[in-house]
């Protein structure tokens, strides 16, 4: 709303004088530091033909704390949002697969099914939202971005093989989360088939069946023979009307990002979550640190819809940069807000990113080590999928090359970006690119800023060029 004559100088890359000399010509006395307002600012600018866009001042708290509150007569009910967890190899994908096959039918036809990383299916007039990522990755991810999508949790366990690790996992992390668990028994067509053990051991857990006294919903299932199914979808519905899920429907959509990725075709694809409101082709939308408009949206029946509610999942394209899973989403009313939104957040992330890192030089990069100036590598990731980004990024953490260690400090999904290069460059970081190329803007920005961006399609090459250049046996680029 207001400046100070020395910052509207800066802004208008003109001398204080000058501008001081031009506020005297208009019957304004002022000083440097004199507070200007709008009116003052705008007779200023328009003698420079500078138009004045008022800065928008951002309220962050508007879109972290994004749980916006309504009003109780605008809620409605909503369909639950479930995720299947499990120990791996007990039947989280086959189950997945299994419900939507079952329920994604006739009424259905002509579509092809899509994974766009969740699915809804209608069991007795009711629908279900599931989150098509099993395990919980997904799950773990985007609660540490702050992101609670999921509201029933599915804990399959394998009725020949019990309670392993990675059910201990999922039962704890859906516990931090309070989201309630119903336990599908899996496997019970096999032989060794044992439901009671599951139980017993999964007393020791806190989960104690409601056949035992306790109030843990446990269900009986084959997935691969399709039995039990509709027991547990039934089972699905009760929880959700238990807790009562309501959203209101008649308002600007917020959610979350489900997947994203770069599509050679279309751009920036990222699946979204709407958990309150409507989304509608149009909007124009701040994603995470990305932001845009909704160009078009296709649900996970490959069909292109115009607008959806809550706990729906659709595909949108339009937007200006690739997002992360679990980031959260923000309609706003004009576009300009969004991009304003969007680039504020954007930069942020950038000087947050900025301040963590520490330096160090690559070229001399077994030297330091030896000297002991160095005790972690930095490296920017980029790559095709998320889960190839995931990957390389576990492998390298694990490089100890003499307590020396690879350090990720941003890693994302699309093209190396000028961003990513300036990130580098601010932080001495070495750029891998896995199976994705620099754009041109990026190529110029590391010839300038002499950052060191990598392009490899293998993961091991990377690990090895990686630990070589560690170890000081790197041969030169020529
Ligand atoms: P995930 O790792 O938990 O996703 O497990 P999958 O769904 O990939 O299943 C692991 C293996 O168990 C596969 O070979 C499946 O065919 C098999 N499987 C899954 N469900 C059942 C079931 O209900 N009965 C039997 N006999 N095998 C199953």
Redesign the pocket.
């Known amino acids: 709303e207001s400046l100070q004559v020395g910052e509207l100088a800066k802004k208008l890359n003109k001398e204080t004088s000058e501008i001081i000399k031009k506020l005297m010509g208009l019957g304004i006395m002022a000083t440097i530091n004199q507070e200007l307002d709008k009116e003052a600012i705008e007779l200023i600018a328009a003698d420079y033909d500078v138009e004045v866009e008022e800065e928008i001042i951002i309220d962050e708290t508007e879109f972290e704390n994004y749980e916006v509150v309504d009003d109780e007569k605008d809620m409605q009910v909503r369909p639950p949002v479930v995720t299947i967890m499990?120990?791996?190899?007990?039947?989280?994908?086959?189950?997945l697969d299994a419900i939507r096959n079952t329920k994604v039918t006739a009424g259905e036809a002509g579509g092809i099914t899509q994974h766009i990383g969740a699915y809804q299916i209608t069991n007795n007039g009711k629908v279900i939202t599931f989150l098509d990522t099993?395990g919980h990755a997904a799950f773990t991810t985007m609660r540490a971005r702050g992101a609670q999508v999921t509201d029933i949790t599915i804990l399959?366990v394998a009725a020949d093989d019990g309670v392993m690790p990675q059910t201990v996992e999922a039962i704890n992390h859906a516990k931090a989360a309070e989201v309630p668990i119903i336990v599908a028994v899996?496997?019970?067509?096999?032989e060794a088939a044992n439901p009671d053990r599951v139980m017993q051991e999964l007393t020791e857990h806190g989960l104690v069946s409601e056949a035992w006294g306790g109030d843990t919903i446990f269900v009986n299932?084959?997935?691969?023979?399709g039995d039990g199914i509709d027991d547990l979808l039934e089972m699905i519905n009760l929880v959700s009307e238990v807790e009562e899920l309501k959203a209101n429907p008649n308002r600007t959509a917020i959610g979350t990002v489900i997947e994203a990725q770069l599509d050679k075709g279309r751009g920036s694809v990222a699946t979204l979550l709407v958990q309150s409101g409507t989304l509608k082709v149009g909007d124009p939308i701040v994603v995470g640190h990305t932001f845009g408009r909704v160009r078009a949206m296709v649900n996970d029946l490959g069909r292109r819809v115009k607008s959806v509610g809550p706990s729906t999942p659709v595909e949108i394209t339009g937007l200006n940069d690739v997002p992360q899973a679990g980031d959260q989403f923000m309609v706003f009313a004009d576009e300009k807000k969004a991009r304003q939104v969007g680039e504020s957040r954007s930069k942020k992330q950038q000087d947050a990113q900025r301040k963590e890192s520490s330096k160090l030089n690559l070229d001399d990069l077994f030297n330091q080590i030896k000297e002991g100036d160095i005790k972690e590598i930095n490296v920017i990731i980029k790559g095709d999928v998320q889960g190839s980004v995931e990957a390389l990024a576990g492998s390298l953490q694990k490089i100890d090359v003499a307590g020396v260690k690879v350090k990720i400090i941003h890693s994302g999904v699309g093209a190396i970006n000028e961003y990513d290069i300036m990130l580098a460059s601010a932080s001495n970081a070495i750029v891998i690119g896995f199976n994705v190329r620099p754009d041109n803007g990026a190529k110029r920005t590391a010839d300038a800023e002499k950052v060191d961006v990598r392009l490899h399609r293998i993961i091991y090459n990377v690990i090895e060029e990686i630990e070589s250049a560690m170890k000081g046996m790197l041969d030169p680029e020529y």
Do not use: C, E, F, R
């Open positions: 499990g120990h791996v190899d007990h039947g989280k994908t086959t189950l099993p399959v899996n496997k019970m067509d096999k299932v084959s997935a691969i023979k």
